[in-house]
């Protein structure tokens, strides 16, 4: 009786140390997963699945195959190299032989990984003093002292996120010791007539299926409705954040005055491209609407975002509003300023700046001419957002890679005015049903042609045998006046890692090339050093910029046409175009060259093949996966687990249509059929509390 009663007061809610089996260290140790609750433990999901079917004998991992296999650890060791770097290596044993396997730069692994353990290793197999793997992951199944996990024909094993003090192989046990319990206890929000009409499994059934699959095909239904549920919630939460935002406007009204306007556009030397124009009409009939305006103007590198935003904060200012830009650094306000300044100057129209670093007395006379409206566009970083900064009537917001803004700094500039348009702009191109995901509560618009007069940028992937051949390339164009970039994943060469690093290669660089200037920025320095060197290199008083991916955002500097990449394989995709943008940002043609040490990827090939940052970003999608690329959203706090994208397109326009249905006719989930429904939401989303209080 003690025990049913002692289950029977198990809820959702209750914290994991207070499950039998789990005590107060492993909760420690769960916590670190993330998993709090029973509840947490119950969607703490497997990442990945073992398949019997698919498992190669060890002694058929032929070379040149990526495989993945299971044995018993019968040696292991730690081998320097000639270059100092240490690989660790262990010997595995299976009924059909042995696989040796490698970790090069990794002895820690060496107080991991222990004689008598089983293991489950994926990767590649090459040949180097006989066949060998390279383990891109690996599993311990069992400890020495276990049996092992017995993976029969047909046989499908869930193998679970881990973490030091917790194998995945203990967590599997406390998963499957509570899972029917915790099933129990779980409600399906999602009502019968649409579960039914979308042929979804009932959610204990999906629980089941991802948890303890009886196959491959079975966890994956299970996690198409548990992706299902996912999108739904997000897309409820966005389609109720859009209503919100674009309520009326409380006496904003922009009419279309064409004074500014008109005048901006036949001073263009260019004509405008059939994007921009699409986005000017999508723009300026929000603007002109009853609505609020709450948009985001997603742009390739170089397709004239800066233009399409200077058109709005025209049609703000011939209205008799201000216009506030903000950007997320004093380099990018300054370039968006001195841009502003010279596309604005045949208007007799000076855009302010408003800057951190500006002395007290001068941010005080910006301040004064704000309140009284003698400016009437602003150009800032979070300086804007300071209590001092008042506007005397602005009317519109826009918010430069608004993805380095948290929701309430964007929130504390919008508040400045009454109730102004806001128009958001981003230069990472993602595909159309990422955007539905991160930015499913904006209307957006999108620019993918880039306006004439911009260079060509010619991509090239090089092996470590040309790389004499590509610095002399380089050298050359620096003294005939050009400028590089060269771009480096790490800040310090490390042990664990065999990457050639930005600091080690800026020195060796200046010391090569005497006669040019050569220049070093990453993200360990100040803002102020980093700007500096910058400014530098704008200017023209460095040659050749050694960096991380800290120039990933960065300024335009037209004359630097090169750029050099190592270890590109240690990009993303999206990355590596974004910072493939740094050049071909003026008239002359430029070059990227990817120096990779061994054979180039077909990713990579891939990659050089297209300039279209939006096809990049669907390759990305693919390989990458939606939860690498999602994270935490700054602006809501949410993430996405269980959807991957572009595959689960279709749930993701099913979950998006039943969501504005139910919105639509509910909008703040008030009736008794929806509240499972707001309670869940609320539970995904600390956001969702305030998108559906009552009252």
Known sequence: M???????????????????????????ALERLGVRTARDLLWHLPHRYIDASTLTPLARADVGQEVACVGRVVAKGVLPTRRGLRIFHAVLRDDSGLLECVWPGQPFLDRTIVVGQTLLVSGPVRFYHGRQMAPR??????DGDADGDSLPTGKVLPVYPATEGLSHKIIRGLIERHLEGLIALSEDALPEPD?????????????????RPTSTEDAERGRRR?????????????????????????????????????QFKESLPWQLTADQHRALREITGDMTASERMHRLLMGDVGTGKTVVALFAMLLAIENDFQAAFMAPTELLVEQHGATLE???????????????RQTAAEKAAVRKRLASGQTRLVVGTHALLQEGVAFRRLGLVVIDEQHRFGVEQRAALIGKGAAPDVLLLTATPIPRSLALTLYGDLDISTLK???????????????????????????????????????????????????????????????????????????????????????????????????????????????????????????????????????????????CILLVDGPAPDRLQGFAATQDGFRIAELDLAERGMGDLIGARQSGGFEVRHARLPEDADLLGRARELATRIIAADPALQRRENQRLRERAVTRYPRAVELFRVG
């Open 2 to 28: 003690a025990g049913r009663s002692a289950r029977a007061a198990v809820r959702l809610d209750t914290p994991v140390q207070f499950l039998k089996g789990i005590g107060e260290r492993r909760a420690e």
């Open 137 to 142: 992951e690996f599993v311990i199944l069992a």
């Open 195 to 211: 579960r039914q009409t979308l042929d979804l499994p009932k959610l204990p059934d999906a629980l089941r299926s991802v948890h």
């Open 226 to 262: 548990l992706a299902f549920d996912e999108l739904f919630d997000l897309q409820l939460m966005l389609i109720r954040a859009r209503t919100l935002a674009k309520r009326h406007r409380s006496g904003v009204a922009f009419s279309l005055k064409r004074d500014l306007t008109t």
């Open 342 to 356: 010279k596309l604005l100057e045949p208007l007799s129209l000076r855009p302010e700046l408003l800057l951190g």
């Open 449 to 591: 042609e880039r306006p004439p007069g911009r260079g060509t940028v010619r991509t090239a992937v090089r092996n470590s045998g040309q790389r004499e051949r590509v610095l002399e390339f380089i050298r050359g164009e620096c003294e005939k006046g050009r400028q590089a970039y060269v771009v480096l994943p790490v800040i310090e060469e490390t042990e664990r890692a065999d990457l050639r690093a930005a600091t080690t290669m800026m020195q060796s660089l200046a010391a090569r090339w005497p006669e040019l200037q050569v220049g070093l920025v990453h993200g360990r320095l100040k803002a102020e050093e980093r700007d500096a060197v910058m400014r530098r290199f704008r200017n023209g008083e460095l040659h050749v910029l050694v960096a991380t991916t800290v120039i990933e955002v960065g300024i335009d500097v037209p004359n630097a046409t090169m750029m050099l990449i190592e270890h590109p394989d240690r990009f993303g995709l999206a990355q590596l175009h974004q910072l493939r943008g740094r050049i071909g940002r003026g008239a002359e043609e430029s070059y």
